[in-house]
T-cell receptor, first 116, second 114 residues
């Protein structure tokens, strides 16, 4: 069964460093998402991506964040200068279509980011 | 604006008891979609169900059932004869018209005691 994969599973970094979180969405999916979950809290939407551009972003997704689909399979989230409060689990998700909303999003296993 | 409220932060039940997890939502969209996801201790998010706003039919899948009531803006989830493997955090989520991003509730941590 196809699945979303994410690497690494755990990333530890120093405050101020840049990190890139990687995701491989399901191959025939067209819409891609990043969410984050601070420990013990709810899952929060960061950004959606379609046709090589951002579709929507939340107020969390500020200038420190960027997303990219560098090739036909990977979807990355970059945090330019990490802060302590960026420590969270980051989930990638993909869905076949997003035009009408409501399609099931398939989530990856997450990358736990720890900023020291 | 979309909002999902899960008032129950934590619930503990003894194995084989039935348990209902509450979800109340707010949206101005006439077409919207509701979801339940399970997050076991391992951390991944497991899709359980999707329901669109035009379909108020209740659904049953094995020990799981969902009660969607538009009149009260609720989409409650019942587990019958709970098992230890049901122990997890359960999230209710909402997406609106034209946008697929999910708005999650704060989750309900269910502990099933053997």
């Amino acid at each position: 069964e196809p699945e979303v994969t994410q690497t690494p599973s755990h990333q530890v970094t120093q405050m101020g460093q840049e990190v890139i979180l990687r995701c491989v969405p399901i191959s025939n999916h067209l819409y891609f998402y990043w969410y984050r979950q601070i420990l013990g809290q709810k899952v929060e939407f960061l950004v959606s991506f379609y046709n090589n551009e951002i579709s929507e972003k939340s107020e969390i997704f500020d200038d420190q964040f960027s997303v990219e689909r560098p090739d036909g399979s990977n979807f990355t989230l970059k945090i330019r200068s990490t802060k302590l409060e960026d420590s969270a689990m980051y989930f990638c998700a993909s869905t076949q279509s997003g035009l009408a909303g409501g399609y099931e999003q398939f989530f990856g296993p997450g990358t736990r980011l720890t900023v020291l | 604006a979309q909002k999902v409220t899960q008032a129950q932060t934590e619930i503990s039940v003894v194995e084989k008891e039935d348990v209902t997890l509450d979800c109340v939502y707010e949206t101005r969209d006439t077409t919207y979609y509701l979801f339940w996801y399970k997050q076991p201790p391992s951390g991944e998010l497991v899709f359980l169900i999707r329901r669109n706003s035009f379909d108020e039919q209740n659904e049953i899948s094995g020990r799981y059932s969902w009660n969607f009531q538009k009149s009260t803006s609720s989409f409650n989830f019942t587990i019958t004869a709970s098992q230890v493997v049901d122990s997890a955090v359960y999230f209710c989520a909402l997406s609106g018209t034209g946008a697929n991003n999910l708005f999650f509730g704060t989750g309900t941590r269910l502990t099933v005691i053997p």
